[in-house]
């Protein structure tokens, strides 16, 4: 595969458009007070599904042959991909085997099924994941779609991006969550096509500070435990998605578990939009470096806003 | 007083504008979905300090002499009006004295000072509010606002549905939620002067159904009791919103308790905002009595979006 590059992302996102909301940006003068800088908020809990991931699934599918998608598509997931990927093959009469660990909770399960897709329950090890997408492949011919690793949910991924710097194209920053890295390395993609000046910058918990170690160490680490209330960012960077984050992204900032919250409470009772905790990371680590941003223009990627009402950490 | 009329609105806007946000209209295809009519929300939880309440509190503000507002105003709130003129008197640099009950929430007491207001805590009865407002009114002077009832007020509220007459000029109906029935008549006054055919139809618990059987006795009636989660609507109207709400209001849709938290959770969980309850109480009217509003095109104001998220019904 030749190299993941920015160029695709206008035709990416010509393609996509027609399935995806072009979601709004927000802004709130008492978090500009707070922070000292000029945020901007692209908010892709807006999104169809509810979180960006609908777009990198809507390409990926739209990227098959008419006869792949005949057979179907698979991936294993617990989390917005799997309702994406299920949202998405609905739109385009595809059908979705959804591999979720038993220990999912029901509210996601609920969603999966609710768009359609079709759930297959395993061991919640990353081994019965992938036998279980294994077996279907084989049996289905389904194409296998990685949540963030495939390249064009990569690039599908980048579109929010592209949208948010053609609405603000004077952005210093835009600051995203890291967790498998697909939003990430599609943001990076994005801004090094249309403005290299601005800086991609990738925030995690300090409880799952695998990208910020592999991008010291040079090669992907992994978490040996995953203790965070950011459950979209438990994941690792994959084969595709490192080397994007190793070339474009020069900083992770890591946030503590109360700041995270702290930082999800302050966009709730602030803005009044719902945005999960993961998407809360971000703004987490612009406050925690505030000193740096101070007065620059920082564009945060809202990444999605499921959550589970009744387990709330207020 | 003259007659309130709702040509006396464009002005009032025209006014106010500088002081406010317009807010966004926004539609969900899931809810249309459920509940079989086209729904557009008018997000007043968008609005500064999280409510329509600041329309109506500006416009008041604007209505006093520079020598009145040189000597401060007084109001007695523990809800959103109280934050509102804290708020809208800083804006103008006018002195707010807000008489709260002992009673009221940190977090509702918190949100005035914040805002420059400043508490005279009260017992909490309506006898120990009026004689602490008045007190405060005899000694300083300043101009006492009622929440609701205060004409200028109520057209500050209308302005709300001004603009969202402006941007959807076809809805069949507009709901909103009655408590002092402040935002209900200035609704009604807005679309009787924008647009007649549109019909205006209040929505309020069973719980404090108050305006219900103010409509059908022809005079005021209380409320016994006020056991209700939609925390803006306890109060009970006024004489200036009562013959406003009896010439243009033909119907009060009731709710259940379990009907407007469910509502809420609709809300919060696909639209990705934050909605307080007396807001939901709105869509809960729609819900209950769908048949009645299938295939129309109904507008529904979201009064605001301040919850204390440490005492959610979820």
Redesign the interface.
């Known amino acids: 595969m030749a190299e993941l590059n920015g160029t695709q992302i206008p035709q990416c996102y010509e393609r996509i458009k027609p399935y995806i909301h072009r979601t709004?940006v927000l802004t709130s003068r008492l978090i500009n007070t707070i922070t000292g800088a000029e945020v901007y908020f692209k908010c892709e809990?807006?999104q169809r599904m509810?979180a960006y991931k609908m777009r990198g699934a809507t390409h990926a599918l739209l990227s098959l042959s008419e006869e792949e998608r005949q057979k179907g598509v698979v991936t294993h997931s617990s989390g917005n991909f799997a309702q994406a990927l299920s949202l998405a093959a609905k739109a385009l009469g595809v059908e979705a085997h959804i591999v979720m660990p038993s220990t999912a909770p029901d509210v996601k399960k609920k969603g999966v099924v609710e768009y359609g897709g079709k759930i297959y329950e395993c061991e919640p090890t990353l081994e019965a994941r992938n036998a279980a997408a294994n077996e279907i492949q084989e049996r289905t011919g389904a194409a296998f779609l990685h949540p963030s690793n495939d390249p064009d949910v990569i690039l599908g991924q980048g579109t929010a991006a592209y949208e948010f710097l053609q609405d603000h194209p004077d952005l210093d920053y835009i600051l995203t969550p890291v967790g498998g890295g697909g939003l990430i390395a599609g943001t990076a993609l994005a801004a090094a096509y249309l403005n290299p000046k601005v800086e991609v910058i990738g925030t995690e918990p300090f409880a799952v500070d695998d990208a910020y170690r592999s991008l010291k160490s040079g090669k992907i680490e992994g978490n040996t435990s995953t203790n965070t209330i950011a459950d979209g960012l438990k994941t690792q960077l994959g084969s595709n998605t490192f080397p994007v984050i190793r070339k474009y992204v020069k900083r992770i900032i890591r946030v503590e578990e109360e700041e995270i919250v702290e930082a999800m409470?302050l966009i709730?009772?602030r803005m009044?939009?719902?945005?999960e905790p993961s998407s809360a990371v971000a703004l987490a680590g612009l406050q925690r470096e505030s000193t740096y941003f101070k007065g620059k223009k920082v564009g945060i990627i809202i990444s999605g806003?499921n959550v589970d009402?009744?387990r709330?950490p207020?």
Chains 1, 2 share one sequence.
């Open positions: 709004p809990n807006f509810g409470r709730w009772e009044k939009i719902i945005v806003g009402l009744a709330l207020f």
